[in-house]
């Protein structure tokens, strides 16, 4: 790209001197400069200037960035290269800091935060205000106001005493006795020789007060070495019984330097240990069928109907324990797996009256599928969610306690960070597990909190409080940054969440975590390729340095996919996965103590007749199931017979059937149903008048207000339901009948919602557009531009907006234009009456419309011209 004859005057101008790469990287990197699309580059610079976007574009700065735009808010404006290079460097001209700086300066110009020349950098308007000192809004760097600033308000005769106290020459107007004072301020030599009269005192207060805040308090009666500093204005009064230290004066005692820890170089990730990848490869994989068991056991605890909703929206405290509980996890580990289920589609509320939480039908879809890609789904869903399960039990802005499944716990973030997260671990290797400090310290680089970055940590006031100068307040960010800020909090679950979910063995990355990222695809290799930079290397391409549009994606760099990549990335993870996890089986072990041990998994069939069968009674590396009365019952009333029972386990079970368990079953089979219960309101028969007898007489029955109706028949006024239960409690074995007299066969009624589609994420932002609407976005400025800056063949008005034209003289221009070839430039009000102007190509005009080629659009297209409200001819050159 050539430089332009002269220095461009405004961002636009800077802007039009960009390639369409350039712009392409602008509008890639700042999303929402493009929402809408602007009509021309003058509106793009003006939306780049805005407070929201040039906040927004702050926040996506590295460390060593924001430091440079922070130097240049202190700089003059426009400041040079040599000026900026001294702030950030200092005077001893750090090698890493002039080696770094071209590359953030160059990051700031792409972003559109700086424009200009090497001798003229500018910073946008907002960035400055934004990162100016004030005495409301301390400076990230720790400067105060400049010499001229802060003697705006100061009579003459003040500035001149200060001039005088200073030993320099009295001069005739206060211009330039603060011209003169700033120059003596801003000489080494000259400073050095001043300072070495001061009192101890008042160095002690210049040392305090040097780093920020600069601000500090006085008495009426200041001490001897406050007031040897206020005569020299080595202080200088801002408001009654208020000081602060003029920048030259700082930046003098700082040696140069705008921040007082400049850090131009990314912090390493750090390995903390190394396995061998096929052991970080099978832990993961036990830790993914781990996960699969424990949505499987969640969802299938909730079959018959899950918790209630809450009022407010989510789980109650009492539900999200029973849930732990039951998964016999912790109550934060409960809320993952509930939060994971529901990102992935898997659970919702069922939208009845009553409502309560069940599985949806896409649960029974996921549970046909194998379990890698069971498990891929889970993994997908959690990479990409936004909804944050570590906020559970925290509390909102309004002081109301955040719930499972609950509102507010998007926290659009979170997408970025995990990808980040996995992607630095991407880049150790293969087998190295990181140090979660290292993570979390280059993570606070690449993104730091503003006003938590170096340079203005206090250190206190700037004296006693006996007549002596005290620090005003606190810097922003006072104290350097803690591990409460919200992506420092999203890195440290997002390292648990990938371990329990098996993205990560032993904290280092596997192989299904690589390709879910979308890197194991790259090379021939399992890994990053040893060409690319290591993370702990200074990373070449800074959140400022993104390529335009065709971007390639280095191994180490796990940026969040298109939804067409992820499910393609998914997949792959999935193929990987597959042969690390075991086999199902379809074999258990019976033993003489009523228990089955399934050494592994089991298959689906195998495992939900089991289910029933007996009940679970510890899980691991296997799970053994116990028989007791109860479960044989149970798979009696779901219509089974004994025989049934026999024959089942006979064929899955590698040791013969213990005596112990087939006695079991036949003892529950031959009681089973020798009491019938119906409705009369509920009514019990029986064959054999002495068991009806029996139950009269046990006291336990009371409840139930039983009275013989025959010698075979009892009544109750309890419902059937409450006597089968009360029955039962009693040790007996009845079984429900139908208003016919046929067995009722009773089976665990599987709740499902309506078809739910999972939680959509909350993005941060616009999305980053791609290629093609990068294309024709750009496309579009430009021919805006073109129409907004060619100069017209028609005389215009004084204020440059395309002339407003009649009927007639459209048609006859519009008539000319395709004769000639002309391009125009008119002014055009769709449908829904918005106003556009465009660049257009006529080709022909008939019935009363103009079919051309639009350059705004790039593309033929026709308009209606009595919707044309102004033409002009564009100037040939």
């Not at 949505?295 to 789980?315: N, S």
């Not at 009492?318 to 580990?333: H, I």
């Not at 192989?511 to 040893?530: F, K, N, W």
């Not at 309101?681 to 025959?710: H, N, Q």
Request: hydrophobic letters at 40%; aromatic letters at 4%.
């Amino acid at each position: 790209m050539s430089t332009p004859a002269t220095p461009p005057r405004s961002l636009a101008e800077a802007l039009r001197t960009r390639d369409d790469a350039s712009l392409a990287a602008l509008l890639r990197s700042r999303p929402d400069l493009i929402t809408p699309v602007p009509t021309d580059l003058t509106q793009l610079a003006t939306r780049a200037g805005t407070r929201g976007s040039v906040v927004r574009a702050l926040e996506r700065l590295d460390r060593f960035a924001l430091q440079t735009a922070e130097a240049l808010a202190v700089a003059s404006d426009p400041a040079s290269y040599d000026e900026l290079l001294a702030l950030m460097a200092g005077d001893r001209r750090d090698p890493a800091v002039v080696h770094a700086l071209p590359r953030a300066l160059a990051a700031l110009r792409e972003q559109a935060l700086v424009w200009g020349a090497d001798d003229r950098l500018r910073l946008v308007r907002t960035a400055r205000e934004l990162l100016s000192p004030s005495p409301q809004h301390p400076s990230p760097t720790g400067l105060g106001p400049t010499v001229a600033e802060a003697t705006a308000g100061m009579s003459p005769g003040r500035v001149q005493e200060i001039v005088t106290a200073a030993g320099l020459p009295s001069t005739h107007d206060p211009v330039s006795a603060v011209a003169s004072l700033t120059k003596l301020f801003t000489a080494r030599r000259r400073m050095k020789t001043l300072l070495a009269g001061a009192p101890e005192e008042s160095l002690e207060v210049l040392n305090r007060l040097v780093w920020g805040p600069p601000y500090g308090q006085v008495t009426a009666d200041p001490a001897p070495w406050l007031r040897w500093l206020i005569d020299r204005g080595l202080l200088l009064p801002t408001a009654p019984g208020t000081v602060v230290l003029p920048r030259e004066v700082a930046l003098h005692l700082r040696a140069g330097r705008a921040h007082r820890e400049v850090e131009p170089v990314a912090p390493a990730v750090e390995a903390k240990a190394t396995h061998r990848p096929q052991v970080v490869d099978t832990t993961a994989a036990g830790q993914a069928y781990t996960a699969l068991a424990t949505v499987e056991e969640l969802l299938k605890d909730w079959d018959e109907g899950g918790p209630a909703v809450m009022r407010a929206g989510g789980l109650s405290v009492r539900d999200l324990k029973r849930t732990a509980v039951a998964l016999d996890v912790a109550e934060p580990v409960a809320a993952f797996w509930v939060e994971l289920a529901y990102a992935a589609g898997l659970l919702a509320s069922d939208g009845e009256a009553d409502e309560r939480y069940a599985a949806t039908p896409a649960y029974d879809e996921w549970l046909d599928q194998p379990a890698a890609r069971r498990w891929a789904r889970l993994a997908e869903a959690w990479l990409t969610a936004t909804r944050t399960s570590g906020l559970v039990g925290g509390r909102d802005a309004k002081e109301r306690t955040l719930s499972a499944l609950g509102p507010g716990l998007d926290r659009s973030a979170a997408p970025e960070v995990r990808h980040r997260v996995l992607g630095l671990l991407a880049g150790l290797p293969e087998g190295a597990s990181p140090s979660a400090e290292s993570v979390l310290a280059r993570l606070r680089w690449e993104r730091p909190v503003r006003g938590a970055g170096g340079g203005q940590r206090s250190t206190g006031g700037a004296g006693s409080a006996a007549g002596s100068a005290e620090g005003a307040g606190s810097g922003a960010g006072a104290g350097g940054q803690g591990d409460d800020d919200l992506r420092s909090r999203l890195a440290r679950w997002t390292l648990g969440e990938a371990e329990m979910l098996g993205v990560t063995g032993r904290g280092a990355l596997s192989r299904q975590g690589r390709a879910l990222l979308g890197l194991e695809s790259v090379g021939a290799g399992d890994g990053a390729d040893p060409s690319e930079p290591s993370v702990s290397s200074p990373d070449p391409s800074g959140p400022g340095d993104k390529l335009p549009v065709h971007h390639h994606r280095p191994p180490t760099h796990a940026d969040p996919l298109s939804p067409a990549e992820q499910a393609a990335a998914s997949a792959a993870a999935a193929r990987i996965l597959a042969p690390l996890l075991p086999e199902p089986l379809d074999h258990v072990l019976l033993q003489a103590d009523l228990t089955a041990v399934a050494p592994g998994p089991l298959e689906r069939p195998l495992a939900d007749m089991l289910d029933v069968l007996a009940d679970v009674e510890s899980k691991g590396g296997a799970t053994v199931y116990r028989f007791t009365p109860g479960s044989v019952r149970r798979a009696l009333d779901a219509g089974r017979s004994a025989s049934d029972l026999h024959d089942f386990l006979t064929a899955h079970s590698r040791t013969p059937v213990p005596q112990p368990l087939a006695y079991l079953i036949d003892d529950v089979a031959r009681r089973h149903g020798h009491l019938r219960i119906g409705a009369a309101s509920a009514y019990v028969r029986c064959d054999d008048d002495a068991v009806l007898s029996e139950i009269l007489a046990d006291k336990r029955s009371a409840g139930l207000r039983l009275r013989r109706l025959a010698p075979t028949v009892l009544a109750a006024q309890a419902d059937p339901a409450a006597l089968l239960d009360g029955l039962r409690a009693m040790g007996f074995a009845p079984a429900a009948e139908s208003a016919e007299g046929d067995v009722v066969i009773t089976r665990a009624h599987a709740r499902r919602t309506p078809p739910r589609t999972a939680p959509d994420p909350v993005p941060d932002g616009p999305p980053t557009p791609d290629t093609t609407l990068l294309s024709a976005a750009v496309r579009a400025i430009r021919a805006g531009d073109r129409a907004s800056t060619t100069p017209l063949k028609t005389t215009t008005p004084p204020n440059g907006e395309l002339p407003r034209t009649s009927s007639a003289e459209t048609l006859a221009t519009v008539q000319a234009a395709v004769l000639t070839g002309t391009t125009l430039w008119i002014g055009y009000v769709n449908a829904e009456g918005a106003a556009s102007q465009r660049v257009i190509a006529p080709i022909r005009v008939e019935g009363g419309f103009v079919t051309a080629y639009d350059h705004t659009a790039d593309e033929v297209r026709t308009y209606p011209l009595h919707r044309v409200t102004g033409v002009a001819e564009l100037a040939e050159d």
